[in-house]
């Protein structure tokens, strides 16, 4: 039996919103073991003199959880 764990993350960048959703995983796939998957949960722009100035990415990235026992 295996038991998975969520946790929430915040990226951001000022290309596109899949280059933030990308760079929140691979930042996240540094300190998170065991990744199977992740579900974006919004997407925000910032805006700048009615441009777009940022592209922001709110999601879960799931994670088994290592048996120590």
């Known amino acids: 039996m295996s038991v998975a764990r969520k946790t929430h993350i915040v990226s951001s960048s000022t290309k596109s919103f899949q ?3 990308e760079e929140g995983l691979s930042r996240a796939s540094e300190t998170l073991r065991n990744i199977t998957g992740s579900e ?3 997407q ?3 805006v700048t003199n009615g441009k777009i100035s940022e592209y922001r990415v709110e999601s879960y990235v799931t994670f088994i959880l290592e048996d120590e026992r």
């Open 44 to 46: 925000k722009a910032k």
């Open 40 to 42: 974006i949960l919004s």
């Open 19 to 21: 280059d933030a959703f």
